[in-house]
């Protein structure tokens, strides 16, 4: 099961490594990573999503984590209530008689075209993981050239 995970951490040099490191060490994929500076910029906030098969593999992360001299605060959101985006940006194929039908498909989720050219428009879109997934189905049918995705972000309600 994937969980995710906010981790206020002090903005040092090394500290994504380390983390980074706790995590490889004991053999947990991240699945996505989302760091940033908080209002405070000698404070970082991460968003790590982990694959954890169990509450005790959970269990341990959160002490692992809270062990490192650099972190604040640990939070698992899985059972939490929170909300969770993601951005997209994607290359997909393009002409201007498919403009109606991408505006029609933006009016469903949240996203736009913010640039096009001859045959290539980038859109953007921002979502949770499963309105993500419906977005780049829809956007298949175009032809997807070239798909960045951010980590997942979350905060708690």
Known sequence: MRHTISV??????????????????????????????????????????VEAKDEKVLEQIHKQLNKLIDVITVTDFTKKDHLDRELILAKIN????????????????????????????????????QQIKALLEELDKFGIKELVRTGKLAISN
């Not at 490889?24 to 999503?49: C, H, K, W």
């Not at 991408?102 to 989720?109: P, V």
Request: glycine share 6%; aromatic share 10%; hydrophobic share 45%.
């Open 8 to 49: 206020l951490v002090e903005n040092k040099f090394g500290v994504l490594a380390r983390i980074a490191g706790l995590f490889s060490a004991r053999g947990y994929n991240i699945a996505s990573l989302a760091v940033s500076e908080t209002f405070d910029p000698q404070i970082s906030y991460m968003t790590i999503v």
């Open 94 to 129: 393009y002409a201007a008689k498919d403009k109606p039908k991408l505006e029609a498909i933006f009016e469903k989720f949240v996203g736009k075209i913010v640039h096009h050219k001859a045959d290539t428009a980038t859109v953007e879109a921002v979502g949770d993981e």
